[in-house]
């Protein structure tokens, strides 16, 4: 959930590392620190975001250095739970990302042997722990160190005495990066593509010994050789380019991402190893969930292959059927739930496929197959692009599935999510932006379209919205409704229509004030409700686009009504990688 950013080079470490932070800011923002070293180790770390207090750290001097920007897990974020942590002396750095499980019992051991922390972090204790083994050299002390740590790790440290960094993963994300006489780190590549896309993704277990000019990497007490990797993901794609938020870059790249995600999925074996299966078992959180659960109505619409959709979280608690393909969804490609509960599923015997938009990312190294989105990087922490981009991969397998049912999708996506871009929607962002609560109803495919509207809204305004299947209001939240209650309602042509406008009709009769979603030129819908926003026709996949879309594009627009931290919600990180 945090980021961690290192450098050794020529440049001056301090204006690389505020340059990464700045760019990892999404992965977390309530505190950031610093520490370089040449004559010794400067550190500096501080509550807030780096992006306001860039300038405190500017000053420190050295060609190496590590950086942290936070989201915390424990211990409040403050300046002194901010990383880098250090050992006793001082003279031991280190910024994590992940979660020592074991933290707890260590501190007491640590602390019953001398150690002094001075932060309530369970970070801390890898500094000290390195302290304590430290015999000879620091690459030695951190391997001695990772044989006791629990958890989950990404890391990097550096000591007073050692001219270079150690980097140690474990299920958490952590690449290099090889520039010409400089070395980059990373818990995010988009941090380094600007220096170079000459990437090496860390696998678990490895421990990397960084210079400016050589990377050894060990696993196991081996010394490994890991292949660096081009990628072309074009670094200025995570700049903003003339909007006002990522948020908004990335809802107008939709078009694109939607035409080239759909365009990449065409490989057979996965498709025939989906054909093959009992059974199809998605397992995901938020967003990506929401995109399970559009797949399934999809799927089961036109397939007999049974299909069923989990919250990684849950996942757990119910036992995978041997012969189910389980399929994780995660655009991130490092949720901590969804990956545990991948590595579960395969110790039930199950074949496993990862929907991504990451390369390389931990769920691409645990599953038996990989398909790929194609979003380019998403820096929003609200998911848009890499949804749509999950849309897509899930069309494209159903079209494989179903006899090209939806060929037609690449010449109409772009269109009909271009015209939603270009609808207005003042009234119905003036009735969402002055109201306490709001529930988001729809049936069939567009109950869960509904789901993720709510979460976009709820996300980035910080607006209670519930998604609510429409059918369902009157089994308990019609209490709830009032005058002050809107209800965005989706009512399209189809197999919902009819028993979708009796529902308007008795939201309307409690006095909720509706904003109907539907087709243009529908009279019957435009009489019933009090703000219409029409869609262009087509068909329900290109529907599902447009709704999508458009959900989006309101809660985009209400957060900036209300003065929103629209990219970065209070509270909010981008990569969960904790349980
Ligand atoms: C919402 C959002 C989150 C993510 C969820 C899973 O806008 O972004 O709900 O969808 O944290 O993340 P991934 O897809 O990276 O596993």
Known sequence: MC??????????????????????????????????????????????????????????????????????THGVPDDKNAHPHTCCTGDIAVVHNGIISNYAKLKRELIAGGHLFSSDTDSEVIAHLIEENLNGSLLEAVNDTVQILEGSYAFLAMSKDDPGIIAARMESPLVLGLGDGEIFASSDMTTILDYTQNIVFLEDGDIASVSSDKIIIFNSGNQVERA?????????????????HFMEKEIYE?????????????????????????GLRVIACGSS????????????????????????????YFRPVSGELVIAVTQSGETADTIAALKQAQMHNCRT??????????????????????????????????????????????NHLCDGRYNYMDKMCHQVIEEVLLLDMEDAVSLCSGAGNLFFVGRSVFYPVSLEGALKMKEITYIHAEGYAAGELKHGPF?????????????????????????????KTRGAPVIGIGEVDDPDLEDIVDVLIPIPKSPVSGQILAVTVLMQVLAY??????????DKPRNLAKSVTVE
């Open 228 to 244: 660096a990797e081009i990628v072309e993901w074009d670094a200025g794609a995570a700049r903003m380019g003339g909007f006002a």
């Open 353 to 398: 496929l990862a929907i991504t938009n990451v390369l390389g990312s931990s769920v691409t190294r645990v599953a038996d197959y990989t398909l790929y989105m194609r979003a380019g990087p998403e820096i929003s922490v609200a998911a848009t692009k890499s949804f749509i981009a999950q849309l897509a991969v899930f069309f494209q397998i159903v």
């Open 557 to 566: 627009r209400t957060a900036k009504v209300l003065g929103r931290d629209i």
């Open 3 to 72: 980021g961690i950013v290192g450098y050794a080079g020529r440049r001056d470490a301090a204006g690389v590392l505020i340059d990464g932070l700045n760019k990892l800011e999404y992965r977390g923002y309530d505190s950031f620190g610093i520490a370089t070293s040449d004559d010794g180790i400067h550190i500096v770390k501080k509550q807030g975001r780096i992006s306001e207090n860039g300038s405190s750290v500017s000053g420190l001097t050295g060609h190496i250095g590590i950086g942290h920007t936070r989201w915390a």
């Open 289 to 316: 969930y929401h995109a399970g659960l559009i797949f399934r109505y999809m799927m089961e619409e036109c397939s007999d292959i049974p299909v069923r959709v989990d919250l990684a979280s849950e996942f757990r």
């Open 479 to 507: 209490s709830l409704l009032s005058k002050d209650t809107p209800v965005v309602a989706v009512c399209t042509p189809g197999n919902s229509r009819t028993a979708m406008l009796s529902n308007i009709r008795e939201i």
């Open 254 to 278: 939709q078009p694109e991402v939607f035409f080239n995600t759909l365009a990449s999925v065409d490989d057979g074996e996965i498709i025939e190893e989906i054909k093959g299966s009992s």
